[in-house]
């Protein structure tokens, strides 16, 4: 079997220096006993997963970059793990004690803990959040959020609330944010997003009516875009550009 050594620090994956995430049976540096968080299987390989106390610096042989970046380097299967990895420090550094009774909590199975006092179970939470691609034609709705770090444009997006089925939020969210509604919603796709811990579902809608209204709290710009006269618009990273690209393919 082939181990995988998942090592994380302030969002930042180690890296070996030509890239890779690092293998072999013994880990690629010494690591203290509470840096090891826990150990999951995919296939054939296991991968050992740590919460480094300090970042690596100063060796040839590794580096750290952060994970999104990774997107560039690793192959679909080792981003999706080191995903899964970054969740799964994200939830050990948030459960270290149970919210019903105070008591620590302890690794019961490798995605999983238990509490030590009433022995509830805690499984890893999803913040579920809505991304549609909205269509006029041979136009597309795009909109650029204050919270990008970046100049582009991307799409409609928004989080799930309590009791609300996901086209219903796709509705609220559109109308929310900039004003109008719309119909005949579509799943698209949906794409594990660990930043820190979510899942987005992708979703096409097509413009029903309204003028657009940006909501300026989120929102500091946008528009309907021409195929021929588009902004910046998101990495491949991100399931918003597979969204509009199989709309500019289509």
């Given at each position: 079997?082939?181990?995988?050594?998942?090592?994380?620090?302030?969002?930042?994956?180690?890296?070996?220096?030509?890239?890779?995430?690092?293998?072999?049976?013994?880990?690629?540096?010494?690591?203290?006993?509470?840096?090891?968080?826990?150990?999951?299987?995919?296939?054939?390989?296991?991968?050992?997963?740590?919460?480094?106390?300090?970042?690596?610096?100063?060796?040839?042989?590794?580096?750290?970059?952060?994970?999104?970046?990774?997107?560039?380097?690793?192959?679909?299967?080792?981003?999706?793990?080191?995903?899964?990895?970054?969740?799964?420090?994200?939830?050990?550094?948030?459960?270290?004690?149970?919210?019903?009774?105070?008591?620590?909590?302890?690794?019961?199975?490798?995605?999983?803990?238990?509490?030590?006092?009433?022995?509830?179970?805690?499984?890893?939470?999803?913040?579920?959040?809505?991304?549609?691609?909205?269509?006029?034609?041979?136009?597309?709705?795009?909109?650029?959020?204050?919270?990008?770090?970046?100049?582009?444009?991307?799409?409609?997006?928004?989080?799930?609330?309590?009791?609300?089925?996901?086209?219903?939020?796709?509705?609220?969210?559109?109308?929310?944010?900039?004003?109008?509604?719309?119909?005949?919603?579509?799943?698209?796709?949906?794409?594990?997003?660990?930043?820190?811990?979510?899942?987005?579902?992708?979703?096409?809608a097509d413009y029903e009516s309204g003028q657009i209204r940006l909501q300026r709290e989120e929102l500091s710009g946008g528009g309907w875009f021409r195929r021929d006269r588009l902004p910046e618009i998101p990495d491949k990273a991100s399931i918003a550009r597979r969204?509009?690209?199989?709309?500019?393919?289509?």
């Open positions: 079997m082939e181990h995988l050594h998942l090592a994380y620090c302030q969002g930042d994956l180690l890296l070996t220096a030509d890239g890779s995430i690092p293998s072999g049976e013994r880990a690629p540096l010494p690591m203290q006993p509470w840096e090891h968080v826990t150990d999951i299987i995919s296939g054939e390989r296991c991968c050992h997963i740590y919460r480094l106390t300090h970042p690596v610096t100063g060796r040839d042989n590794l580096r750290m970059m952060p994970l999104r970046k990774t997107y560039q380097l690793l192959s679909p299967e080792d981003y999706s793990l080191a995903g899964k990895g970054a969740e799964l420090v994200y939830f050990d550094s948030t459960t270290r004690h149970c919210g019903v009774c105070g008591s620590p909590n302890r690794w019961q199975t490798p995605i999983s803990k238990q509490c030590t006092g009433c022995g509830k179970e805690w499984w890893p939470s999803l913040a579920v959040a809505i991304i549609v691609r909205i269509t006029r034609g041979d136009e597309i709705l795009l909109v650029h959020a204050k919270s990008f770090r970046g100049n582009f444009h991307g799409l409609v997006a928004g989080f799930v609330e309590t009791g609300e089925t996901l086209e219903e939020c796709v509705r609220r969210e559109v109308m929310e944010e900039t004003g109008i509604t719309v119909r005949n919603i579509r799943y698209f796709a949906s794409q594990p997003w660990p930043f820190p811990s979510g899942l987005m579902v992708g979703f096409t969204l509009i690209d199989d709309w500019l393919q289509s």
